[in-house]
């Protein structure tokens, strides 16, 4: 089973409108995080919001908020009042104990390619 | 500023030709990894590192290593270059390995192996 679902490959909204981006996760472990990085075309990965699994209040960001629905095992990223400059791929991923390691593991889902519509 | 710098950005190279990707940070993390990016299989972990001289495999080590001898600096090393290692690549480090730690990319390397 995948760790982190984006079931959306492509979104558009009207500019100064609100869009969600889905994310649902997999895993047994209590403690974890929850991050969404933006990926504008030219390349870098920039990252947006942060989650923990043991954060009570969802996160927020400016015009970035992230709605933590821990049972259901999802952590939607919500943009306010969208701009033309929002238009990229957004990655949800989760980091993990990694086994054995010591170490955490950061997971990516595939992505959704948001389109800004002026 | 803090940031992750990665050099070069952009290159294109032969089979075989041994090439390094620097990558450095200035905001004295603990922890450091390399990720590759491909169409359709998202970004997948080659190498990490939790702390100077500590190196460990990520999902896909194959054709690559790497090293630690300074906290701020993690190269990536291709000894034998081929073309399946064509990709985009990124530099990452966060402050401790736990969970709540964010990870900062790097600008990402643009490597073309013909």
């Known amino acids: 089973a995948q760790k982190i679902t984006q079931t959306q490959p492509g979104m558009f909204v009207q500019e100064k409108e609100a869009v969600t981006l889905d994310c649902t996760y997999d895993t047994s472990d209590q403690s974890y995080g929850l991050f969404w990085y933006k990926q504008p075309s030219s390349g870098e990965m920039i990252f947006l919001i942060y989650?923990?699994?043991?954060?009570?209040q969802n996160a927020t960001e400016g015009r970035y908020s992230l709605n933590f629905q821990k049972a259901r095992k999802s952590a939607n990223l919500v943009i306010s009042a969208s701009q033309l400059g929002d238009s990229a791929m957004y990655f949800c991923a989760m980091r993990e104990p990694f086994s054995g390691a010591g170490s955490y593991q950061l997971t990516f889902g595939k992505g959704t390619k948001l389109s800004v519509i002026p | 500023e803090a940031q992750v710098t990665q050099n070069p950005r952009y290159l294109i190279t032969v089979t075989g030709k041994k090439l390094t990707v620097t990558c450095s940070q200035n905001?004295?993390?603990?922890?450091m990894s390399w990720y590759r990016q491909d169409p359709g299989l998202g970004l997948r972990q080659i190498y990490y590192?939790?702390?100077?001289?500590?190196?460990d495999k990520g999902d896909v080590p194959e054709g690559y290593k790497v090293s630690r001898k300074e906290k701020r600096n993690f190269p990536l090393i291709l000894e034998s270059p081929s073309p399946n290692q064509t990709s985009l690549y990124f530099c990452?480090?966060?402050?401790?390995?736990?969970?709540?730690?964010?990870?900062?990319f790097g600008e990402g390397s643009w490597l073309t192996v013909v």
């Open positions: 989650q923990g699994s043991y954060d009570e």
């Open positions: 905001m004295n993390h603990e922890y």
């Open positions: 590192s939790m702390n100077v001289e500590v190196t």
């Open positions: 990452a480090s966060s402050r401790g390995q736990s969970s709540g730690n964010t990870i900062y």
